[in-house]
């Protein structure tokens, strides 16, 4: 499985050359310092076994030490030596063959020698068979070995790898702090906000990174608010002799009322269109989010746009929770949902709220019964100037689903639409429970 999080490579990483530099350490060791050490220690216990065991005189560099001397040496060693058949031999037959140890004292000693280890009650012990001694074996304690002497040695192993794995943890995860803002920030332009300045701070490429994030977020915000003047401008501009126009045409003579039926028409409708550019043009301000009932909007929505002509069901959850958001986007984006429904629909309209079932997030759902949308265009619905023109009409200026997608992005939300097996479309926009309580 490919590790594709930043901070997860670099700690396997981390670790990998951890355990790689331990192995090494390890080895180097073993091989410089542990190996020479037992070579060594081989050499002078071969010498001491040698001395002692030799029955004939010394030679002139040597002292003359008869058997009894050798015994009392041989005491002060701890070196005793037992027949293969006595009790104290069975301890030989379980302990473990040292293969480099009984190599090397076999070269030293000149006669095949088996040198075994095990851990007796105080201390280690080693076990010697000689073919030079037939029928006995050499037992010597090392009692400056001991089971004990190792246990600091693998603890304060243990605890430095620790160490080193947490620090490393640490500043990995200081290092790749920036970039989790960073991913904040971008996630906040992404859904049309203005996220803070970051600090400029840590490595130099974040620090590079950081810099020019800033610049292009304020560059995004200086061209949302010239593209807001701009707009406003312009709204201002066309609905002025849009004005004129209506006003002039109401004044027009009886006669020709006909004719400034038409002209209004197309004068509120060019008014229509302005608006529905404006709503969709206008970004969020989360500082004033508050504290909304789906519900209430909900019910609001099906009084005003129901009546004797279309009857709109309206089935809430009792349970549901708060949302957090602008009361007037959400209400204008559930209300372009319920007029598609009525608009398009056979008459029948149905609304309904509720929760998910790990009740996280709140659904409004609104379907209809009308003739659907082909599959192939559902997926573009929600793109500005886009209109399900073979089955729905062409009707509207095609931003109406495009706003909503637009609001519910803005308040973390999502917009589903799916033909119903029915019949008809079906279109739910979940929202994220607030975390200031639940109704």
Same mark, same amino acid.
């Given at each position: 499985m490919r590790i594709r999080s930043s901070f997860t490579q670099s700690i396997v990483l981390f670790f990998t050359l951890l355990i790689a530099s331990q192995v090494f350490s390890y080895y180097a060791v073993y091989n410089y310092a542990l190996v020479p050490s037992l070579q060594q220690f081989n050499k002078i216990l071969a010498h001491e076994l040698t001395f002692v065991l030799q029955g004939n005189q010394a030679t002139d560099e040597e002292l003359e030490m008869d058997a009894p001397l050798r015994r009392r040496v041989l005491e002060?060693?701890?070196?005793?030596?037992?027949?293969?058949?006595?009790?104290?031999?069975?301890?030989?037959?379980?302990?473990?063959? $040292?293969?480099?140890?009984?190599?090397?004292?076999?070269?030293?000693?000149?006669?095949?020698?088996?040198?075994?280890?095990?851990?007796?009650?105080?201390?280690?012990?080693?076990?010697?068979?000689?073919?030079?001694?037939?029928?006995?074996?050499?037992?010597?304690?090392?009692?400056?070995?001991?089971?004990?002497?190792?246990?600091?040695?693998?603890?304060?192993?243990?605890?430095?790898?620790?160490?080193?794995?947490?620090?490393?943890?640490?500043?990995?995860?200081?290092?790749?702090?920036?970039?989790?803002?960073?991913?904040?920030?971008?996630?906040?332009?992404?859904?049309?906000?203005?996220?803070?300045?970051?600090?400029?701070?840590?490595?130099?490429?974040?620090?590079?990174?950081?810099?020019?994030?800033?610049?292009?977020?304020?560059? $995004?915000?200086?061209?949302?608010?010239?593209?807001?003047?701009?707009?406003?401008?312009?709204?201002?501009?066309?609905?002025?002799?849009?004005?004129?126009?209506?006003?002039?045409?109401?004044m027009m003579s009886p006669e020709d009322s006909y004719l400034a039926e038409g002209i209004i028409s197309d004068t509120e409708e060019c008014n229509e269109i302005i608006s529905q550019f404006m709503d969709y043009l206008k970004p969020v301000d989360t500082q004033t989010f508050q504290v909304i009932h789906l519900n209430d909007i909900a019910s609001d929505i099906v009084s005003s746009e129901g009546g004797y002509e279309i009857q709109i069901d309206y089935h809430p959850e009792p349970k549901l929770k708060e949302v957090s958001g602008s009361p007037i986007a959400i209400k204008r984006a559930i209300s372009n949902l319920v007029v598609n429904a009525v608009r398009y629909g056979n008459g029948w309209v149905k609304v309904s709220t509720g929760m998910t079932a790990d009740n996280k997030l709140a659904w409004v759902c609104v379907e209809d019964d009308g003739p659907g949308i082909e599959s192939d265009q559902i997926g573009r619905l929600f793109e500005p100037f886009t209109r399900g023109d073979t089955a729905r009409g062409s009707e509207g200026t095609g931003l109406g689903l495009a706003i909503v997608k637009r609001i519910i992005s803005q308040h973390h939300g999502s917009v589903s639409i799916s033909n119903r097996s029915e019949g008809g479309l079906i279109a739910q926009v979940s929202f994220p429970v607030s975390k200031n309580g639940s109704r």
């Open positions: 002060q060693l701890g070196v005793t030596v037992h027949a293969v058949d006595s009790p104290m031999a069975n301890e030989f037959k379980h302990a473990m063959t $040292i293969d480099l140890m009984s190599e090397e004292m076999t070269d030293e000693l000149g006669s095949n020698t088996e040198v075994r280890l095990i851990l007796g009650e105080e201390s280690y012990i080693l076990w010697m068979d000689i073919d030079a001694l037939p029928g006995s074996l050499i037992r010597i304690p090392l009692s400056e070995l001991q089971e004990e002497d190792f246990a600091p040695l693998f603890r304060n192993s243990l605890i430095m790898t620790l160490l080193i794995i947490v620090g490393g943890w640490l500043f990995i995860r200081l290092q790749n702090r920036p970039l989790r803002e960073l991913e904040k920030a971008a996630n906040l332009v992404g859904r049309g906000e203005n996220p803070p300045v970051l600090p400029e701070k840590g490595a130099t490429e974040i620090r590079s990174v950081s810099r020019a994030f800033n610049q292009m977020a304020k560059g $995004i915000q200086e061209l949302e608010e010239d593209r807001a003047l701009l707009m406003a401008g312009i709204s201002h501009d066309l609905r002025t002799p849009l004005t004129r126009i209506r006003l002039a045409t109401e």
